[in-house]
């Protein structure tokens, strides 16, 4: 925002911060500032700094230079507790709950209602039920939050802010994981805690979102702020414009591509999870979506071909040839590969090295079965990270230090060293900004090229219908409609999904 308002129209102002981490500067003088009763949208790539600022924000990171001021007083937060006594919370897109305690204990969790020297449980359950309906939140203080779906956790989250008196609240891509009615809730409270005069600070690279919610945005771009103000001065082209250095018309790359002989075949897959007589082809160079709600039965598909959940009925056919998939390790060396939609927990040990993560399938096909190479394993991680092009410092690294777009792309480079036939992409670019959105795609793409098939899962339509040739409809875990992108209609699809 303009830094020549006063500064008492401001519920925070960051000046001129600094951060650096060795010989990287993630922050190069930052000025931020956030107004009483607004949604300040926060955009940019993965690696732009917003993660970094908010951290500085929260306490975790002290800046190297610069000041910090909460409703025109200076402070410094010198620590994360430092940030909470001062109103901030942060709810972060991997949820900080403790799974095998109630809603109660979370939302009190390290701040418990003492009597006597013990803990009050009643006095807090009364307490947690009380803010639970000053919020008309659908909550069970005595629920555990294993039992919880993802919209409730957030909303034990806020509850923890909301109890804290947070008066400035950062959400960090707070609808990736959530279904649309769930993401709708959040919607209604968000709009709900600014009318009380709270700050929300909205990190999403999800821009319809940010277009319907916020007040102000602020843009960063290589740890720089790039563009700054109400965004009603703002559109989606303006946006990623400032975001990448790029038109939106540049977002999906185009392909023309030759589509062959039928690669991949299903017939009458059921499995447990409740799928029934799903039957569909994919030719090699085609590129097939999977669409419809969350919960339709997309992903529970993708989890029987790939031998996630057994099948209960039908057949799989790869390049005219039965499979008979009873686990993954079956699914791979029958040259089929799935990339999980989180990619964290179920794609990539993010505590080993890069390298590991691309290897661990691969070792007895690379001819390493019984001893390493380790000459060859350095000459295959320059090959198929170069392939990718990602972006790391050395294939030693942790995954967990690359970003969310350089994760997707080592799970395509451990995939491109197995030379599989069929591909499933379960949700691609969830949680990637534009940038490397564009890095996924033309690597499908390029994948579809080469002559594999490619099934991708995507709660986005303009994303299935920027980069798919047909798209599989699905409702109610049965498959609703087969239909060619070309010519077909995005409200078309909605009607095959809710109808």
């Excluded at 005219?320 to 009873?326: D, M, S, V, Y």
Aim: net charge negative; proline share 4%.
């Amino acid at each position: 925002m303009d830094n020549n308002s006063t500064q008492q129209t401001y519920s925070l102002a960051m000046h001129d911060i600094v951060k650096t981490f060795g010989p990287v500067t993630a922050l190069s003088g930052v000025s931020f500032s956030a107004r009483p009763g607004t949604v300040h949208a926060l955009c940019g790539e993965n690696g732009a700094g917003k993660s970094t600022l908010m951290k500085v924000l929260s306490g975790i990171h002290a800046p190297d230079s610069g000041t910090i001021e909460l409703f025109g007083e200076k402070v410094e937060l010198m620590s994360p507790k430092d940030s909470l006594d001062r109103g901030i919370s942060m709810l972060y897109q991997e949820l900080d709950l403790a799974g095998d305690l109630t809603v109660a204990d979370n939302i009190f969790l390290g701040r418990e209602i003492m009597k006597f020297g013990r803990m009050d449980d009643r006095a807090m359950r009364e307490r947690a039920r009380t803010i639970i309906e000053e919020n008309n939140f659908d909550l069970d203080p005595d629920a555990l939050i294993s039992t919880l779906s993802t919209g409730d956790c957030q909303l034990v989250e806020l509850l923890k802010a909301l109890e804290r008196n947070a008066k400035i609240i950062v959400m960090d891509e707070p609808t990736s994981s959530l279904s649309e009615k769930e993401a709708d809730q959040l919607f209604s409270i968000v709009k709900d805690l600014r009318k009380r005069g709270l700050t929300i600070i909205y990190i999403s690279h999800r821009l319809e979102e940010v277009m319907d919610l916020a007040d102000d945005i602020s843009i960063l771009r290589d740890g720089a702020v790039v563009s700054s103000g109400q965004l009603s001065e703002y559109d989606v082209p303006r946006i990623v414009h400032e975001m990448v250095g790029r038109e939106l018309s540049d977002f999906y790359p185009p392909r023309s591509v030759e589509i062959g002989d039928v690669c991949f075949e299903a017939k009458g897959l059921a499995s447990d999870e409740g799928i029934e007589d799903i039957s569909f082809q994919v030719r090699r160079g085609e590129v097939v979506g999977m669409a419809g709600l969350v919960g339709a039965g997309r992903t529970e598909t993708a989890r029987a071909i790939f031998g996630l959940q057994p099948l209960t009925a039908g057949q799989l056919f790869l390049n005219g040839k039965p499979l008979h998939i009873k686990t993954p390790a079956d699914a791979i060396a029958g040259r089929i590969a799935y990339l999980p939609e989180d990619r964290k927990r179920c794609g990539l040990c993010v505590g080993l090295p890069c390298r590991d993560n691309i290897m661990l399938p691969n070792y007895e096909a690379t001819g390493m079965k019984w001893f390493l190479d380790f000459g060859k394993e350095q000459q295959l991680m320059d090959e198929y990270g170069g392939k990718v092009k990602l972006k790391w410092a050395s294939p030693y690294d942790e995954a967990s230090s690359l970003s969310g777009g350089n994760q997707q792309k080592l799970l395509v480079a451990r995939w491109l060293l197995a030379n599989p036939d069929f591909i499933i992409f379960d949700e691609p670019t969830r949680g990637i900004d534009v940038g490397a959105k564009k890095e996924i795609y033309t690597l499908i793409n390029e994948l579809a090229a080469a002559g594999k098939g490619i099934l991708v899962i995507s709660s986005e339509l303009p994303e299935l219908f920027g980069i798919c040739d047909r798209l599989l409809v699905f409702r109610r875990k049965r498959l609703a409609a087969q239909l060619e992108t070309a010519k077909t209609t995005q409200e078309e699809v909605m009607h095959f999904a809710v109808c």
